[in-house]
């Protein structure tokens, strides 16, 4: 069989346009980024400013990520574009996933993996500027030997070519065949390199980012987790962090006894304003186009429409017109004019709206629509039971039933606090925003 040409090359682009993945370090994607000029600014001037931890707080799918992404990739330009007064940051190039089993230990050992691949790709840059980074090669050559504990591995996760190359120059290198080290060991050495790269905090540091930590609201001891790190990892010389958090937990978690005014306020990252969605996909449509006659099987019009119509959230939006375009035939869709395809878009996205209005509508209340309306149109999807008020209720009990109820049909998620055991955070999920998009607003009934 000939070998199937992806959807995204008939359209003319060497990948989606759509892409629901977060910007990233290593990518040259700060021309991606739309509108965010003052967070961006924000961020840079606490790294800059010696701030050990920014704290980046907003819904699922705004943007946190990919602006830490693009804010590490920004500062670990400074000192090449400019001389060496300008702080040295390194950035690794991903980030690091907060999951349901980690421990302190664990994502100490993960942080370090990141911390000891960004020193190695650098090896040479450091140590041209005279820093002494004491047993590198010993390092090196524990990394190829069976005693090296999974770090080989590790740190190749995340720098590829740290392992595959240079290792084995160091293997070379290296003369010498003592001792290995264990684990504490390691990351004492780690930390030695840390203080002899990063003397003051004004000169820079390792930028690691924290993502999703709304995580933690599923451990059983997550703020205590996030505490003990504190110390053991937020406030190591040489580290700089960007976390970020969906549903008010990277807010919840700063404000503890332990954390509070330690690190500054989160910067809360807001959804775009429709008037700057177009350019998003103006910008994606720019850096992946291949052929001049390249066409986008969803403009950057169709997809302000779809990202207003389902409660503004970037990542739903961009998933709807990805899906789309997958599941629509190219060669169709050639001969259309724009506004054609575009129609088409809004169809396939009423459907799939209706798709799950049919489904539900026997079992959905008029006063649940409303609330779940009101949440997708007025409140972009996200809510606490404090916001009570916004939906027309006084009592919290009748307003909690409507949202269990919406809950049952997965057309929002509703979790505890964990901070606040009564305050329950709503969120709309995907499904409950497109039946929003899809039910004809004359049929949602007045207060
Ligand atoms: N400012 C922006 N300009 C252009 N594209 C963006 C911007 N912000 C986010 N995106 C895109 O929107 C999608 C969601 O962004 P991202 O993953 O950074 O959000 P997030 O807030 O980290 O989400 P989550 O809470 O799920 O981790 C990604 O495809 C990303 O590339
Ligand atoms: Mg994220």
Same mark, same amino acid.
């Given at each position: ?285 720019? @850096? ?6 390249? !066409?986008?099987?969803? =403009?950057?019009? &169709?997809?302000?429409? *779809?990202? $207003? #119509? ?75 039971? @404090? ?6 209720? !006084?009592?919290?009990? =009748?307003?909690? &039933?409507?949202?269990? *109820?919406? $809950? #049952? ?39």
């Amino acid at each position: 069989m000939e070998l199937p040409v992806g959807v995204w090359g008939h359209y003319g682009f060497s990948s989606s346009p759509y892409s629901t993945s977060a910007l990233q370090v290593a990518g040259a994607d700060e021309t991606l980024l739309v509108g965010r000029d003052q967070e961006l600014r924000t961020v840079l001037r606490d790294l800059i400013s010696g701030t050990q931890m920014v704290a980046l707080e907003g819904d699922y799918g705004v943007g946190k990520s990919s602006l830490a992404a693009v804010a590490a990739s920004t500062a670990s330009r400074w000192r090449q574009a400019r001389d060496s007064i300008a702080p040295l940051f390194l950035a690794p190039g991903r980030p690091l996933e907060l999951e349901e089993k980690d421990t302190a230990s664990s994502l100490e050992r993960r942080a370090y993996f990141q911390v000891a691949g960004s020193i190695l790709a650098n090896e040479d840059r450091l140590i041209r500027e005279g820093i002494n980074l004491t047993q590198l090669n010993e390092f090196r050559y524990w990394l190829t030997t069976p005693t090296g504990g999974g770090w080989s591995a590790g740190i190749g996760a995340s720098f590829p070519a740290v392992i595959g190359t240079n290792l084995s120059i160091g293997r070379t290198r290296s003369s010498n065949t003592s001792t290995g080290f264990t684990e504490s060991g390691v990351i004492t050495l780690i930390d030695s390199w840390l203080a002899a790269i990063f003397v003051t905090p004004e000169a820079g540091g390792v930028i690691l980012l924290l993502d999703n930590l709304e995580v933690l609201s599923r451990f059983t001891k997550g703020v205590q987790l996030f505490e003990s790190l504190r110390d053991r990892l937020f406030k190591r010389q040489g580290l700089r962090w960007i976390i970020s958090g969906a549903e008010g937990t990277v807010r919840a978690a700063l404000s503890t006894p332990k954390m509070s005014g330690v690190f500054p306020e989160p910067i809360d990252i807001a959804p775009l304003p429709h008037d700057l969605v177009k350019l998003v996909i103006a910008r994606r449509e720019e @850096a992946f186009r291949v052929r001049s006659d390249a !066409k986008l099987p969803v =403009s950057p019009s &169709a997809f302000e429409d *779809a990202y $207003a #119509a389902t409660g503004r959230n970037l990542r739903i939006a961009l998933g709807l017109a990805e899906r789309f375009s997958l599941r629509t035939e190219p060669g169709d869709m050639a001969w259309m004019t724009p506004e054609e395809r575009d129609a088409r878009f809004w169809a396939w996205t009423v459907n799939e709206g209706e798709k799950v209005i049919k489904q539900i509508s026997d079992k959905v209340t008029d006063k649940q629509w409303k609330v779940l309306t009101t949440l997708v149109t007025d409140l972009d999807g996200f809510a606490t039971s @404090a916001n009570a008020g916004d939906f027309g209720y !006084k009592s919290l009990s =009748s307003f909690q &039933a409507h949202v269990q *109820a919406l $809950a #049952a049909l997965r057309l929002v998620n509703y979790t505890a606090d964990e901070q606040d055991g009564r305050r329950r955070i709503i969120t709309a999920t995907e499904t409950g925003r497109l039946a929003v998009a899809s039910r004809p607003s004359s049929s949602v009934p007045g207060k």
